[in-house]
């Protein structure tokens, strides 16, 4: 345990070695709109795309933890980056939990150094026929696929229906990249340099054992058979999807903290009775509120990351009960961040409207990410209060 312990304190350490690199080139990653492949590589060679990835293939087959610390501290050096591990990561969760041993040894067989993906599981639209021996996507799109620009092979989401055309489940398939389409449409406020492209499908064949049912992985029942004495491959999938998308969030704020306190000792006051910043009663008070919204957010991710962590190891699958609470934790967490960041952008000043402003960058890249649905405060309390009342939670998906 002990050994494992280092290991995971080495990854952390490797994941915050790369904090300055990664903030001297935020404004590249931007304006190319895709993350360069110097930071590629050397995310490659930290391992961080293959936190969760099984051993057996290449892996370094952690937890949710070290995942989750290794992705706060890229994302405190550039959001984009930090978004793209975060998701590229976590698909290597939901295939390992999702598909068969033969899918595996074909996606990891010739060359698993190279594996890298991306995926959306809800599609804009995707018309899908039963053929012999699996799938024909005749027409398929998919927007926001993170990480398209980099990967190698994708999931994506598929509705299955009847002769009727009624929804009978919602499949996962995954598939090579260079089946695919990828449409130069990521032209966004934020998170410009995740290249969360569109794609297309066209008349493209999935073998029945590239495809899985969403609904069954979501309730743990996984098809990786192989994998079942892991506990890393019992995680709750949705709950730890969701995570993935909130804790670059968490970086992100913690580096707008970074950023106030290196500005604060030169910044001059102006009509609040002291020469700097620094020594004004308010901005202490409000540096001590954004930092403790900050440990809120932190406490409420974290517990999160224990709940999953546990459940997996104790060999049960996360009740649904737990599930909504993870995403009411999530939502909640996404909220004390946005409010911990307004806060440093009101004590910071105007200065941050000037382009090349790291706050502003900082800025922009939240609230893209703030806004994503699955994070709403919203809508996960609201689910998780009707649970509590009694009644079934709103959700399609948990």
């Known amino acids: ?11 952390v350490e490797k994941a915050s070695s790369l904090v300055p690199k990664l903030r001297e080139r935020a404004k590249e990653t931007e304006e190319i709109r895709r993350i360069p492949e110097t930071s590629i590589m050397e995310l490659k060679e930290a391992g961080m795309f293959k936190l969760l990835r099984p051993k057996r293939y290449g892996g370094l087959q952690t937890n949710m933890k070290t995942y989750a610390d290794c992705i706060v501290e890229i994302s405190r050096g550039c959001a984009s980056t930090g978004w793209i591990v975060a998701l590229c990561a976590i698909r290597e969760l939901m295939v390992a939990e999702s598909f068969t041993e033969k899918t595996h040894l074909e996606i990891f067989g010739e060359n698993e150094e190279d ?45 299955i229906t009847d002769e009727d055309g009624k929804l009978v489940d919602q499949a996962l398939m995954t598939v090579p990249f260079d089946e695919l ?10 998170l410009k340099g995740t290249g969360s492209n569109s794609v297309k499908m066209t008349n493209v064949f999935i073998p029945e054992h590239r495809c899985v049912s969403f609904s069954e992985v979501l309730n743990g029942n996984f098809n990786s058979q192989h994998l079942r ?63 403790l919204k900050i440990d809120t957010a932190e406490m ?7 709940e999953i962590d546990s459940w997996a190891e104790s060999g049960k699958h996360m009740d649904r009960h737990a599930r909504v609470k993870t995403l009411a934790d999530i939502g909640y967490a996404n909220q004390m961040c946005k409010e911990a ?42 689910n998780y209060g009707r649970v509590l009342a009694g009644l079934e939670s709103n959700a399609l998906r948990y």
């Open 181 to 190: 389409e990828i449409m130069d449409d990521w032209h966004t406020m934020g």
């Open 1 to 11: 345990m002990t050994k494992l312990k280092e290991f995971d304190n080495i990854l």
């Open 229 to 291: 004495d892991i506990p890393l491959y019992n995680s709750a999938l949705f709950p730890s999807l969701i995570l993935s998308l909130g804790l670059p969030g968490l970086g992100v704020v913690k580096a707008a903290m970074d950023f106030f306190q290196e500005f604060l000792p030169n910044r001059r006051a102006s009509h609040i009775g002291v020469e700097y910043s620094k020594d004004a009663t308010s901005t202490h008070l409000l540096l001590a509120d954004a930092s």
């Open 341 to 382: 960041l307004d806060i440093l952008m009101l004590a910071s000043g105007s200065g941050f409207v000037y382009e090349g402003h790291p706050l502003q960058r900082i800025f922009r890249d939240f609230w893209t990410l703030y806004s994503h649905r699955s994070l709403s405060p919203t809508i996960t309390k609201e």
């Open 300 to 306: 409420h991710y974290y517990r999160v990351v224990h």
């Open 115 to 159: 594996v890298l993906f991306a995926g959306v599981y809800e599609p804009r639209k995707c018309i899908a026929k039963k053929v012999v021996g699996g799938y024909l996507v005749e027409e398929g799109f998919w927007m926001f696929c993170s990480g398209s620009l980099h990967a190698t092979w994708g999931y994506f989401g598929m509705a």
